[in-house]
């Protein structure tokens, strides 16, 4: 296991790319940043997050442009200029390496494509951590709502055998997340989620991630997903208190425990597991974590 120390540096290094990615990032400056020589800085840097700090910067920015590009009338050249790309012609060409297609083909498609998505280094590391010393889950206070969910697609990448987000990154990678961010045609955020076995075709897992589209979506279905009807159906909708963001894991499994062992028919419902897929919403600490299950009114 990498040091606590190792960790935070490269941690430090993240938020400092992330408050800073519009202006000028030097190696020196991250060194600053972390409290180490700017040799040592880019070593660890490469060795926790597998990229190189330019590289990884060079992404990351190119993901935020690809953004631009599809919510904002914006000219590819003023993009360029915005993310210190020194010319348009460099930008496109940098653009076309990381996407597959000039930025000009996709502001005028913009169809899915595979954003860079970073996860911050501590939280993951934090996570083994957890997971090894079997840290016990969190206690507090759950607000629960039902919702209305309209008929509606869902755009989705089924895992072989994954039961969970980590199992399912370990087969599928954590390149889905940002694909499914980069739809624009996205009802809601992207979710993971689990299927019942009338939306499982024989030999995919259960836990799958994927995102809602209208009924009526007719845009690209990249290679390897799969697009499916989902039906007008009711979710009781769980989230708990904010908590801090390194104890995600131990979030998600106190809530999975009380929804669990909740019984719906205090609120006049009962559960309804073949209708429609429970999902999880990405974990933010700030507004806690929450996930939904599938229910129908009591007669």
């Given at each position: 296991m990498e040091s606590r120390e190792q960790i935070n540096a490269v941690w430090q290094m993240q938020n400092y790319i992330e408050g800073h990615l519009d202006e000028p990032i030097t190696l020196h400056a991250l060194a600053k940043s972390a409290g180490y020589s700017?040799?040592?800085?880019?070593?660890?840097?490469?060795?926790?997050?597998?990229?190189a700090p330019f590289e990884y910067i060079r992404m990351y920015r190119l993901s935020k442009a690809a953004m631009e590009l599809r919510d904002n009338d914006i000219k590819v050249v003023d993009v360029a200029m915005d993310f210190l790309f020194d010319s348009h012609e460099g930008f496109t060409r940098a653009f076309r390496r990381q996407f597959g297609m000039s930025p000009n083909e996709y502001k005028k498609n913009t169809p899915p494509i595979y954003l860079f998505h970073p996860w911050s280094i501590r939280e993951y590391y934090y996570w083994l951590r957890d997971m090894q010393e079997d840290a016990p889950p969190l206690s507090g206070d759950f607000f629960i709502q039902v919702r209305n969910f309209p008929k509606r697609k869902l755009l989705l990448k089924r895992?072989?055998?994954?039961?969970?987000?980590?199992?399912?990154?370990?087969?599928?990678?954590?390149?889905?997340?940002?694909?499914?961010?980069?739809?624009?045609?996205?009802?809601?955020?992207?979710?993971?989620?689990?299927?019942?076995d009338t939306l499982?075709?024989?030999?995919?897992?259960?836990?799958?991630?994927?995102?809602?589209?209208?009924?009526?979506?007719?845009?690209?279905?990249?290679?390897?997903?799969?697009?499916?009807?989902?039906?007008?159906?009711?979710?009781?909708?769980?989230?708990?208190?904010?908590?801090?963001?390194?104890?995600?894991?131990e979030a998600i499994l106190n809530l999975s425990q009380i929804i669990d062992a909740y019984d719906p028919t205090r609120s006049g419902y009962e559960w309804a597991d073949e209708a429609a897929p429970r999902f999880q919403l990405d974990p933010q600490g700030w507004r806690g974590y929450i996930e939904a299950r599938p229910v129908r009114e009591l007669p």
């Open positions: 700017p040799w040592h800085c880019a070593r660890i840097f490469k060795e926790l997050t597998g990229k895992g072989v055998s994954s039961d969970d987000y980590f199992s399912y990154s370990n087969e599928n990678g954590c390149d889905v997340w940002g694909l499914l961010c980069s739809v624009k045609e996205a009802l809601y955020e992207p979710v993971g989620l689990w299927l019942p499982r075709p024989p030999g995919t897992s259960r836990y799958a991630q994927g995102v809602e589209l209208p009924e009526d979506y007719g845009g690209t279905i990249p290679e390897g997903f799969d697009l499916i009807d989902l039906p007008e159906c009711k979710m009781m909708m769980f989230q708990s208190a904010p908590y801090d963001d390194l104890h995600f894991e």
